[in-house]
């Protein structure tokens, strides 16, 4: 996933943002995603978040209009188990909190919260919960492949079969932009808010490198000839940790041989047009990283330690999520949970924009869309105690009171999204708007549909492939192997 100054013509460009999400999430809604975090939402999200997921924190109290949360029978206090990805510096993870505050005040009920911050190991825990029987009542998950085990074990509950005994559930959301589950086509996951994908810039960096902020025509040479005066100027270009968490430029420099039609796609070998892409994009990576334009750690720092460098006005770009914008307002704060402490003039110093262009890709093209979401679980549905608090829970945080705390500056699915009051924002979350308000395309992450052990050769792998001692091919090659074996 904090208040600052705003432009009264930004009203328009919401306008333009709104219309730009909503089309292009209407065409990417059955794609997942996440972070890195979101898997990293992807990615990392993984997760995502998934990104997961994307968007800011704020200390508001949860609205009042839900004092009497829905589907709650009187069966008695219930107290439920809930697993999310916001958690740590997810920039929701204090709406969450104070969400789930005001359920338990609502209805009496309690929330057994293990929620934690969205990455590869945190997908491997709830696949391994399933597996052992220890899944949560209510879990906020990847909609994407990486639900597949799970769903297709029958560990969760469909919408339409909550409708049939809770004909409301959900009603509030367009249901065509509620993603179905590539295991079956089937929609169990309600969704909170949306994600992009970007890339963020400490433009005091820019400045004592000589370098302009990058704009919607930025092309990958112009990229290269900025790094190398970065470089020179005695910062590190790039801040990633390529050893921990490559997805971010993993996703974009495949998307850098492709366009929005055709990024989705599998290859079936290394040597067919799309196999030959994506081994052009973990190049592309590798040249990135022989001309020194990672930290020079890349390959054995953690994502935390570069992304502090980003922070801390020692490298210049950080491709990252939407759901960044609240650890980078975060680091801008003497106290991290209290907006009143911003430092405005360090926060000045950070804007976000669009990947370098290369190809057909146009840089305005970015990956996006609305990955994550809330699943009822098979073991809380056949619970007569916790059925009806794991229905009520969900409809609380998916609420039109409550998403617009989530959503932001994001996307939402919401039939009837209430208008955003842009005051509310800070410097960052508004220039996040002006970027968003020029996009041409969101597509989903393609590492989303081609996950788990497909991955392990290229994401794990990727220190072997940028110093050489793995081809990107035979990597590409390996994940597709992989992946074959996952669809017999």
């Known amino acids: 996933m904090y208040e600052e100054l705003v432009q009264k013509g930004e009203s328009m460009k919401m306008k333009k943002l709104t219309a730009v999400l909503m089309t292009a999430l209407m065409t990417t809604s059955a794609i997942g995603c996440g972070s890195t975090a979101p898997t990293e939402a992807p990615a990392e999200q993984a997760a995502a978040t998934n990104e997961a997921a994307d968007t800011a924190a704020t200390t508001e109290e949860a609205p009042a209009a839900q004092e009497e949360a829905p589907a709650q029978e009187e069966t008695g206090p219930v107290e439920i188990t809930v697993t999310t990805t916001f958690a740590g510096e997810d920039s929701n993870a204090q709406n969450y909190k104070n969400s789930v505050a005001g359920w338990e005040a609502a209805t009496g009920n309690t929330v057994s919260d293990t929620s934690a911050t969205s990455d590869e190991t945190f997908k491997t825990r709830i696949i391994t919960d399933f597996e052992t029987g220890s899944e949560p009542d209510v879990l906020f998950f990847f909609n994407g492949a990486d639900a597949n085990d799970f769903v297709n074990a029958g560990k969760v509950v469909s919408i339409d079969d909550i409708r049939a005994e809770f004909p409301e559930y959900a009603s509030n959301m367009n249901d065509d932009l509620i993603a179905a589950s590539p295991a079956d086509g089937v929609k169990y996951a309600v969704p909170v808010n949306g994600y992009w994908e970007a890339m963020f810039v400490n433009t005091k960096v820019l400045e ?5 902020m990058p704009g919607a025509d930025y092309t990958w040479d112009q990229f290269l000839d900025d790094c190398e005066k970065i470089k020179a100027a005695g910062y590190a270009p790039i801040a990633a940790a390529l050893g921990n968490i490559p997805h ?20 079936e070998s290394a040597d067919d047009a799309t196999g030959a892409q994506w081994v052009a994009g973990l190049e592309d990576i590798k040249t990135l990283y022989e001309k020194g334009y990672f930290p020079d750690n890349t390959l054995s720092a953690t994502d935390d330690e570069t992304f502090a460098m980003f922070t ?10 939407s759901w960044k914008v609240g650890g980078i307002v975060g680091s801008c704060q003497s106290d991290p949970d209290d907006p009143s402490t911003i430092d405005a003039d360090k926060l000045s110093h950070f804007d976000v924009t669009y990947f370098p262009g290369k190809g057909n890709r146009k840089t305005t093209d970015l990956i996006g869309g609305l990955s994550m979401g809330y699943y009822i679980t098979t073991k809380a549905w056949e619970d007569p105690e916790k059925k009806a608090a794991a229905v009520s829970f969900v409809e609380y945080m998916t609420s039109d009171e409550v998403v617009p705390l989530f959503a932001q500056h994001t996307a939402s699915a919401l039939k009837n999204a ?22 041409t395309s969101l597509t989903g992450a393609v590492q989303d549909l081609f996950n788990g052990d497909c991955r392990v050769s290229t994401f794990d792998g990727m220190p072997d492939i940028v110093v050489g001692n793995v081809s990107a091919a035979d990597a590409v090659q390996e994940g597709i192997d992989v992946y074959k074996d996952t669809l017999e």
């Open 418 to 439: 209430p208008a955003v009051d842009e005051t509310q924002f800070n410097a960052l979350q508004v220039k996040a708007m002006d970027m968003m308000s020029g996009v």
């Open 312 to 321: 801390d006005d020692k490298a210049a770009f950080l491709l990252d999520g």
């Open 248 to 267: 971010y430029w993993w996703e974009f420099g495949i998307y850098n041989q492709q366009t929005p039609a055709d990024h989705l796609n599998i290859p």
């Open 208 to 212: 004592d490198a000589g370098v302009a």
